[in-house]
Nanobody, 126 residues
Framework: QVQLVESGGGLVQPGGSLRLSCTAT?????????LTWFRQAPGKEREALLC????????YYPNSAQGRFAISADTTKNTMYLQMNNLKPEDTAAYFC??????????????????WGQGTQVTVSS
């Protein structure tokens, strides 16, 4: 069974940085699929942040904190990353990685993603 395993969340002070990781189990490769990071803040709907297409281009969605967040992937490690800099209290949320299955283009829609990470909590507070 394919799994995406997330790590890297935690408590950080405002202005700090975190890097989230999302590693796929060995029977599945992230390489040929669009990969997206979503987040869900308390009381809010889950929203797409950034997507990395199979061709390597990045799509920034409206709340992606462009300039502060970046998405990347290391196909040799079958892992995707979310680098978050200059974190703010409003970035507090559960963060989820997701992969399309056979879909090379980005989409902000949850229904277009077949594989999901378990979620990792990021709390930004002093």
């Amino acid at each position: 069974q394919v799994q995406l395993v997330e790590s890297g969340g935690g408590l950080v002070q405002p202005g700090g940085s975190l890097r989230l990781s999302c590693t796929a189990t060995s029977e599945y490769t992230l390489k040929w699929n669009a990969l997206t990071w979503f987040r869900q803040a308390p009381g809010k709907e889950r929203e797409a942040l950034l997507c990395l297409s199979a061709s390597g281009s990045t799509t920034y969605y409206p709340n992606s904190a462009q300039g502060r967040f970046a998405i990347s992937a290391d196909t040799t490690k079958n892992t995707m990353y979310l680098q978050m800099n200059n974190l703010k209290p409003e970035d507090t949320a559960a963060y989820f990685c997701a992969s399309r299955r056979g879909g090379i283009y980005c989409s902000p829609m949850e229904r277009d993603y077949h594989y999901w990470g378990q979620g990792t909590q990021v709390t930004v507070s002093s």
